[in-house]
Each structure stands twice: as C-alpha cells, then as structure tokens.
C-alpha cells in the first residue's frame, strides 16, 4: 500500500490543528498577523534546524537556477494564506473556514495540475474531475448550510 495519501491527510490534520491554535494566539494577542509573525518565525527555526541537520545542501549553481520570483513569492502568498485563516477562524470556526480554504486550494491545484504550472506533472480535466468537482462544491454547501451563519 502507497503511504504518501497517508501522509498527505496526515499533513492536512496537522494543518487544521496548527490553523487553529495559530488561530487562537493571534486573538491573544489581539493581532492575526502578529500570531502569523510568530508562527512563520517558528516555522521558520525548526525548518532550518532539519535543514542543518539532515546536511543536504543545495550546490551554488543550482542556487543560481532559481528564478527571483521563488525566492519572495511563496512566502507573500503563503503569509497572506495563513494570516487570512488566522483572522478568518474566530470568526467563521475551523470546519467552515477550512473548508472553504479547502475548495480554494483544491480547485486551484485542479487548474494547475491541468496546465503544469510551474513544470509540475500534469492532469488533465476530465469528466471525471468535473464530476468530482461539482460534488466537492456541493459537500462544501451541504457542510456549510445552516440558517444562523453571519458571515
């Protein structure tokens, strides 16, 4: 049996128990952003303590390959990403937020991996990713659907 869909939803359930406690650090804290501050800052320390640890660097002329977009642009989006959850959480609750969140992410990567952006693998869309695609939609209405939510 492959352990990477493991792997994969056990990352997932990470990502919804840290969102939530990162969540709560920044209504401490009276500030999302400054509890994205931190988390990043965390995030941060103990990627670099693996990084030093595992002893597997990068040669300089791979370095030297790497477009000036990558160096800055994944960390901008993924600080609007998660300090935009953060914000968003107490106020909507971890299962809507998350799956909404969720959809966005799902249906971008639906639209990436068609057309392989950034030279990852491509799938194409099918009738088979329409259909599941419109079930996704509507499981996310479906888990969403109650009369009392302000949003």
């Given at each position: 049996m492959n352990a990477l869909p493991i792997l994969a939803f056990c990352a997932g359930s990470a990502i919804a128990?840290?969102?939530?406690?990162?969540?709560q650090l920044g209504v401490l804290l009276k500030s999302s952003m400054l509890g994205t501050g931190i988390a990043f800052l965390f995030a941060c320390f103990f990627t670099v303590l693996v990084v030093v640890s595992s002893k597997q660097y990068p040669l300089l002329t791979d370095?030297?390959?790497?477009?000036?977009?990558?160096?800055?642009?994944?960390?901008?989006?993924a600080a609007?990403?998660?300090?935009?959850?953060?914000?968003?959480?107490?106020?909507?609750g971890v299962g809507s937020m998350m799956s909404f969140a969720l959809s966005g992410q799902i249906l971008t990567a639906i639209?990436?991996?068609?057309?392989?952006?950034?030279?990852?693998?491509?799938?194409p869309?099918?009738?088979?990713v329409i259909i599941g695609t419109a079930a996704l939609v509507v499981g996310i209405l479906l888990i969403n659907w109650e009369s009392s939510h302000d949003y």
């Open positions: 128990v840290q969102a939530s406690m990162n969540a370095v030297k390959t790497v477009p000036i977009y990558l160096w800055f642009s994944g960390g901008a989006i609007f990403g998660v300090g935009v959850f953060y914000y968003l959480i107490p106020k909507m639209i990436s991996s068609h057309f392989g952006w950034f030279d990852q693998p491509t799938k869309i099918d009738s088979k």
